[in-house]
């Protein structure tokens, strides 16, 4: 032991020494970082005070400069902007010689007067204001200036001679101030005169000393000469219209009465627009109000998509079924806008076809306290103890089913009914009366389709030979199912009347309960005793054939496999790799405390996703082998451990001379666990006490074990009348009535199916309404909720609960005034 505890403290001074080399270091590499951080900083300021000190001394005296533009000049290019970056300096000669401009320039001096550069800009801005019409991007957009027609309006402004075939556009010409287009004579129009009227209408033109637009110049265009352009305006789009309206919608709404004058074809355009928005919220505005106003007049919702929804078939063409949809739609809408765009709402989609474990799988249905009868008799299927249990993977069965994860065909599928079925339920908003005519040649491929798959109708009808057996698949493996009979199949609470009928089985009358719980458990666990933990979890598996794990790349799945393939999407651990990734986690598990990183040498970490687990293998090892240690006593033995809350019960035999049992019993179990974890007991006669936050209690005469759910203000609600606990949001919080509704519905469903005795928890009901009482729920939500569960559940004594508080819904007016008195009156009738 001495020299055991000696390698022990070197081992842990070898491992500090380490810890405090390390952080050493990474103090020494953080220093020298901020040190390096240090210098480039001063190198970069340095560097850009003599960068600024030099351009100080090369930079000149600045002088006032008054651009010149020439008229003349009809581009707007590299060289004008080269000029402008110059900043030329003109004289007064230059000024003469470029007098028949017209334009107005002034020398650019340098003053020292205030006055001067100031009077010198405001006679360039004058300048440069009265040059502006003439420049190139001066364009006659809604101004009345002069400029250059639009490039699309000379494409359209081109007209051809009556009878020829050479083709001569307008020509423009622009003068000094003066823009004009020379139209050929003719008739018939190039591009369209429609087109042009449409886009460029609005403009205004000049043609001889009158002024007109150009929608009503069409007989002196097609007479030839020159125009002369006064004011360009291009048309907005369809599209730019609509945007304009609607935005003047949001700034100010309209009234659906207004709205729901305009064509229809409007109101789908209106619709169509609301898509170049970018915020959701503004488009959600404008599409539920166009949506309104369009059902209003037609009858019809446009923003409901018609989703054909159908069980995947490889002979069913999609495009096909579209069309049929299609041409079902443009007979039930008239109007041929909205039935347009009806149809582009249409999509056909596929639904995910079942696969076997999904037809097959009872397991659910079995998961109740009723009584299923024992069908093993007369069936030749392997057996244990008499009862049938056994696997797929061990019996003579197709080999279709036995991958429960095998996808079905779908037998009515391809069907022109159902395909006519499906189109129906998508237009069912539509108002139609009839199912549509379905074409085998439209929406069938002809495509053949092998014997392999099997269809649903033949998994069921197969299935129907384990009539009565519990089908449910193994270890969340969807690759096998279980066959068990039902009185060996116990989920959760179930296990009760198992327990119950083993005691019986076994001649016991009574029996005694103990209650623990594992105090510090995560801290207190050794290292140790959970390697050598899952070393024997491990060497189960081992024995049992296993090789590998798989575990999915997505989700939570894992499989154990008996064999070393690998699969895809799955990532492949051997038991050796396992067990050096729990030595690994447990050796390198590091704390946080304040500023400081420590690590724990003992315990597992409290938080940490693998310590939960961790702890259950430990402590699920130590009780495997207290059962085996019982031999033929296990059977008068039942518990249940969720994380470190702990209940045990032991029969007490009627032949029974032993006067030391059960206490014998339990002592043995108290010493199971590893030596450093605290077990403390928490019950105090053995017949009834708390576990996981509900009521587990003995009865004798006859034996009967039974958990009864309850709210936390059970007690609070019998002795005092008030509420200690707030276990649900009160009636005037900020959420829907709905939710606040489902939230109590599901609360009495909890307590109604999680019990052992349905007769024990209607007192625990009644509690929860008058609960939701007192926190100013109103009758027609509690007793709505409780109306719910009654109606779902045909209990006698359910209904008699529902009417007792039916009769007396007249307290909750008076809640307000006496919240006390009533509550410990309904509690004190439910206690009695």
Not at 566 to 582: E, F, H, N, Q, R
Not at 597 to 603: C, E, R
Not at 822 to 829: E, P
């Amino acid at each position: 032991m001495e020299e055991k505890r000696r390698k022990e403290e070197e081992h842990k001074a070898k491992e500090e020494e380490e810890v405090r080399r390390n952080q050493d270091f990474a103090r020494k590499a953080e220093e020298f970082k901020l040190q390096l951080r240090t210098e480039l900083m001063e190198e970069w300021r340095r560097t850009t005070a003599e960068a600024t000190m030099a351009m100080e001394k090369t930079r000149k005296p600045r002088k006032i400069k008054v651009p010149i533009r020439v008229v003349k000049s009809k581009r707007k290019g590299k060289q004008q902007k080269r000029r402008r970056k110059k900043g030329r300096e003109t004289s007064d000669e230059d000024t003469e010689e470029e007098s028949d401009t017209n334009e107005e320039s002034t020398d650019s001096t340098t003053s020292e007067s205030d006055s001067e550069p100031r009077q010198a800009r405001r006679k360039a801005r004058t300048g440069r204001q009265k040059k502006r019409p003439t420049s190139r991007r001066a364009s006659t957009k809604g101004k009345g200036g002069l400029g250059i027609p639009h490039p699309e309006f000379m494409n359209l402004a081109s007209a051809r001679g009556n009878g020829s075939r050479d083709r001569r556009r307008g020509a423009c010409r622009r003068d000094l101030k003066v823009t004009t287009v020379e139209f050929a004579s003719g008739q018939e129009w190039m591009e369209g005169w429609r087109r042009l009227r449409r886009r460029f209408g609005d403009s205004t033109m000049e043609i001889g000393e009158e002024n007109t637009l150009l929608r009503h110049a069409k007989l002196k265009l097609q007479q030839g000469g020159e125009v002369v352009l006064k004011k360009i305006v291009k048309a907005k789009t369809t599209t730019e219209r609509n945007k304009t309206m609607l935005t003047a919608m949001l700034k100010r709404p309209r009234p659906d009465t207004q709205m729901i004058t305009l064509p229809t074809k409007k109101l789908i355009g209106l619709y169509r627009t609301v898509g170049l928005f970018s915020k959701k919220q503004t488009k959600h505005r404008l599409r539920t109000k166009l949506d309104r106003i369009i059902a209003q007049k037609t009858g019809v919702s446009v923003r409901k998509r018609v989703n054909i929804k159908m069980l995947f078939d490889s002979r069913i063409r999609k495009a096909g079924v579209g069309e049929t949809a299609e041409d079902f739609v443009a007979n039930l809408v008239k109007d041929k806008p909205l039935a347009d765009f009806v149809k582009t709402r249409i999509r056909v989609l596929w639904l995910r076809n079942k696969n076997v474990g999904e037809l097959i799988h009872n397991q659910k249905k079995y998961a109740s306290v009723k009584e299923h009868p024992c069908p093993c008799e007369g069936r030749l299927l392997p057996k244990t103890e008499g009862r049938i249990l056994s696997r797929f993977s061990d019996m003579e069965v197709p080999d279709f089913v036995r991958n429960a994860k095998n996808v079905t065909r779908p037998a009515k599928a391809g069907e022109t009914q159902t395909i006519a079925k499906a189109i129906f339920e998508a237009t069912r908003h539509l108002k139609c009366r009839k199912l549509p005519e379905v074409k085998p040649g439209v929406v069938f491929t002809g495509r053949l389709i092998g014997a392999v798959a099997w269809t649903d109708e033949d998994v069921r009808k197969w299935a129907k030979q384990f009539d009565g057996l519990v089908l449910s698949p193994i270890d969340r493996n969807q690759g096998d199912t279980a066959v068990m009979c039902p009185v060996l199949y116990r989920h959760g609470f179930e296990r009760l009347e198992a327990t119950t009928q083993r005691f019986r089985a076994a001649g016991c009358e009574t029996a005694v309960g103990r209650c623990y719980d594992i105090k510090e458990m995560f801290s207190r666990i050794p290292h140790g005793a959970v390697e050598q933990a899952v070393h024997q979890l491990l060497k189960i598996y081992e024995d049992k054939g296993c090789k590998q794990i798989r575990v999915s790349l997505q989700g939570k799945q894992g499989v154990i496999s008996d064999n070393k393939r690998k699969m895809d999407g799955y990532v492949s651990l051997t038991l050796k790799l396992v067990m050096a990734g729990i030595r690994y986690d447990l050796r390198h598990s590091v704390v946080r405390c304040g500023d400081k990183l420590v690590k724990q040498i003992f315990g597992i970490p409290m938080g940490k996703s693998t310590s939960p687990i961790l702890a259950s293998i430990t402590c699920a090892m130590a009780e495997l082998r207290f059962i085996q240690e019982l031999s033929a006593d296990k059977r008068l033995i039942g518990g249940w451990r969720v994380i470190d809350d702990i209940t045990i019960m032991a029969g007490i035999p009627k032949d029974t001379k032993n006067e030391d049992y059960p206490d014998n019993l339990f002592d043995g179990f108290e010493e199971v666990y590893d030596r450093n974890l605290d077990i403390i007991r928490k019950d105090e006669c053995g017949l009834t006490w708390q576990f996981v936050g509900e009521q587990m209690m003995i009865c004798s005469e006859p034996l009967q074990i039974h958990y009864v759910t309850s709210t936390k203000n059970t007690d609070s609600l019998h002795m005092m009348g008030k509420l200690t606990f707030q276990t649900m949001q009160d009636f005037g919080s900020y959420t829907a009535k709905s939710v606040k509704r489902v939230v109590l519905t599901t609360i009495l469903k909890r307590l109604w199916h999680h019990t052992t005795n349905k007769e024990l928890v209607i007192g625990e009901i009644g509690y929860a309404i008058c609960e939701a009482n007192l926190q100013g729920y109103p009758p027609e939500v509690s007793l709505g909720a409780l109306a719910q569960l009654a109606k779902a559940v045909p209990n006698l004594a359910l209904h008699c609960l529902l009417a007792a508080f039916t009769s007396t819904a007249g307290w909750a007016k008076q809640r307000r005034s006496g919240k006390t008195e009533i509550a410990s009156r309904v509690g004190s009738s439910f206690r009695e």
